[in-house]
């Protein structure tokens, strides 16, 4: 069934598109600091509250580290929180953020992909995100901003699921996404409002015996995030490991139900094949890469060249079945990396990749690309000659650097 | 640890405590144990107040205080806010 509703159509920039899917999304809560090039989505959410055009309670906090934590400890109470940050913003709410996965509190944050310093640099790579891939947080990586206005109206959905409850980024690429005006189609308040809902609470065993809403509510005390030493921490741990397996499910389930409303989807909502179901060389990157990798693809498709790209648009938790099915004709694969591992023999990406392809039947060569590091600008003709390094490598049969630097200068 | 510890799948989420504190006993901790003179005590119940952790208590059945050696975890401030210096800690 396909949809009827009418959207508008607005000219937003990736940073408007948040704002105005947390607008739509019913949030109690948005407390923020501003960072660049996350600070338009603040600056717009606090419009909506100073016009009235939304209810939510807006806290203008000290640093990231206050806003993360103000935002988990009203997710604990119940409620629906949102927050953006950027680069060192991230870094600093970095305790915060496994306090807020730790305590299963389904908080909402967009994430305006930026270069950690040093040198100082305000521009787009995904240094700040890769950085956090282990703090328990979904990570969804969005191309457009379309897909970052839909990803946010998602990710309230996802978090919030009893099966999941875990804290969502949704994470644009710094200024390619964050301040470029694009034509977005929104679905009327009423929908988004009915499509994301009220929270649902799961019912938790509290110290009084009693079961309850998982909430801190004065009519049914319990403490959430207690201590846990030698005996019980593990298995904490564990139940957060099993909620990103549940997540898997979860996300693909919302993405698929949104599709029906809005009519858009991104592939499977973990991975989007683009070409590359009877591909020999392709190309697996994050973000708005993805955009310029299409355009080539189409281009050497236009020359019978059998290229191929799979975008991992989830990279927390890690689709490593839809890695494997969708790269089973792929002989080379290039893994692009917007991030550095330093000393760690290639990009986060890459590694990752690389694991998964451990377990499946073939192996193709995999090589690594490390690009756009502090926003550098990646080209189409940039990207030809990855998919020209790839040729060469299926014919010499040879891998001659699997770690390399695109645009550098050597 | 009498009981069996449970697996992950049995626990609730977040380190949400599925029992009261009080049943985790923390006295084993102490090292110094409060010893009262009874003589010297006025039963002025400062101890009561300033016990950090709760495990002073009025008896008011008795007239008089009780140390709950499950909980106390033998810090020593009931010796030194003691108006008559009725408190000595001790070497378990």
Redo the contacts between chains.
Sequence with gaps: MKSVIKQEVLALNGDEAVAYAAKQSDVDIVAAYPITPQTIIVEKFSEYVANGEVETEFVCTESEHSAMTACLAAATTGARAFTATASAGLALMHEMLFVTSGCRAPVVMAVANRALSAPINIHGDHSDTMAERDSGWIQIYAENAQEVYDSVVQAFRIAENPEVLLPVMVCLDGFTLSHTLENVNVLPDTVVEKFVGTRQLPQVLTHEGKTASFKLDPENPMTVGSIALQNYYFEFKRQQEEAMRNALNVIKQVHDEYAQVSDRSYGDALVESYCVDDAEIAIICLGSTAGTVKTVVDKLRAEDVKAGLLRIRTFRPLPVKEIIKALGTVKALAVMDRAISFGGNGGPVYHEVRHVLYSADKHPYVVNYIYGLGGRDTSPEQIRKIYEDLQRILQTQHVKTPIQYVGLRE | ?TAR????KE???????????TEFLTGDWKTYKPVRDLEKCTRCLFCVLFCPDGAIHWRPEKGDIEFDFNFCKGCGICANECPTKAIEMKLE
């Design positions: 640890m510890e449970k697996s992950w626990i609730s989420p977040a380190g949400v405590c599925w029992k009261p504190s």
